[in-house]
């Protein structure tokens, strides 16, 4: 029986998730050969093994011969490396931590994403640049270094200290900065597309005309850091920190910014369309000449903001807190407003055509000159609108609450 027939017996007999997700991770090329890695153990001698992911923890491994040997996610933490023979091996995400790499030959051995903090190096280590700028930063830390324009690609800098560091136009694609110390870097004009800056602390941070595509600043701190420019097309900013960041001309098409705060964030002209705002804060942010055409907005918070010549057409508004917001002029046909509180807002010359406000707040608003024309409006509250001007033909103000609404 294959893998797949395997999975589906387990699911059809109401095995649990944890059970058959279990027999992915053991599925067949998965995992170290059990027998390469006993002769590794054994002889010292395994030239071209498989031993992907193994547990080589402390291992004596002194003058081993692993040439082209594959030691992805491999954990040799600890281990003792001495004078080995690594050319050309592939070492992809291992841990080599603590590990002893003295007189070590790595020659063309591909390191992206190791782990290297406190490795053991000498100048008999045969050992590419860049992975040994890497362990130096790693283990030293990184801060207050001029770093420009050098090539971190693929790099493992997870927690490293890399305050008041200048990265301008430096290589930093499919690198990873999990919880990593950026404060008050300079890391404008770089490359950053699908680097991994999950939970990294990125405040007072200048990142002004870079490249994060496809980049992971999922929960990062970006308070007061300067965007300006820069590109983050389908990033993941989800539960992101971006309080009084400077998002001017910003690209964030399709962005995840679920739940992310953007109080007193500057976001002039930015591309937010097909963006992700679900339940996000941008309560008194800065968004004229945003677009956010087929945004989700769904209970976002968009009190105080300023969205004169705002984009929103197609965008999902359901539930979304708006108050004392400026709307004025700008095109909200055949949107979903269900329940929206846009109360005290200004919304005159604005286009509600076919729009859906059913039992939306709307006490106090400026309509003037709107366009209503069979919009749905039962059960919202107008009291106290103004609707002078507005186009009013085909309207639904079925159950809707009218007192003092002005109508000339």
């Not at 590419?128 to 693929?154: C, K, P, S």
């Amino acid at each position: 029986m294959n893998i797949s027939q395997q999975l589906l017996q387990n699911y059809l007999l109401g095995a649990p998730l944890a059970v058959i997700l279990s027999l992915v991770l053991v599925a067949p090329g998965q995992a170290a050969d059990p027998d390469d890695v006993e002769q590794l153990q054994q002889t010292r001698q395994c030239p071209g093994c498989d031993l992907r992911d193994a547990d080589l923890r402390g291992a004596y491994l002194r003058q081993a011969n692993l040439r082209g040997a594959n030691l992805t996610g491999a954990d040799l933490n600890g281990a003792d490396l001495r004078g080995a023979f690594l050319v050309q091996a592939n070492l992809q995400g291992a841990d080599l931590r603590n590990t002893d790499l003295t007189g070590t030959n790595l020659g063309q051995a591909d390191l992206a994403q190791a782990r290297l903090a406190n490795a053991q190096l000498n100048n008999y280590t045969v050992l590419a640049d860049q992975w040994r700028l890497v362990h130096d930063i790693v283990t030293n830390g990184g801060q207050d270094r001029n770093l420009a324009m050098v090539n971190l690609e693929r790099a493992n800098l997870t927690e490293a200290d890399l305050r008041n560091v200048d990265f301008t136009g430096a290589n930093l694609a499919d690198a990873t900065l999990e919880s990593a110390n950026l404060q008050n870097s300079t890391l404008a004009e770089a490359d950053l597309t699908e680097a991994d800056l999950f939970i990294a602390n990125l405040q007072n941070t200048v990142i002004t005309n870079s490249d994060l595509t496809e980049s992971t600043l999922r929960a990062t701190d970006l308070r007061n850091a300067d965007l300006t420019g820069t590109l983050l097309t389908e990033a993941d900013l989800n539960n992101a920190y971006l309080a009084r960041t400077n998002l001017t001309e910003t690209t964030l098409n399709e962005a995840d910014l679920e739940s992310a705060i953007l109080t007193n964030a500057q976001s002039e002209n930015a591309d937010l369309e097909r963006s992700n705002l679900f339940l996000a804060n941008l309560e008194d942010s800065q968004l004229s000449g945003v677009n956010l055409e087929r945004a989700r907005l769904e209970g976002a918070n968009i009190i105080g903001t300023n969205l004169t010549v705002g984009e929103l057409r197609g965008s999902n508004l359901v539930a979304i807190a708006s108050r004392n917001v400026d709307l004025a002029g700008v095109n909200l046909s055949n949107q979903d407003l269900r329940f929206v509180d846009l109360s005290g807002s200004d919304l005159s010359n604005t286009s509600f055509r076919n729009t859906n406000l059913s039992g939306a707040s709307l006490r106090g608003v400026n309509l003037t000159g709107a366009d209503l024309r069979d919009a749905n409006l039962s059960g919202a509250d107008l009291y106290n609108a103004d609707l002078t001007n507005a186009n009013i033909a085909g309207v639904n103000f079925g159950d809707a609450n009218l007192e003092r609404v002005t109508f000339e």
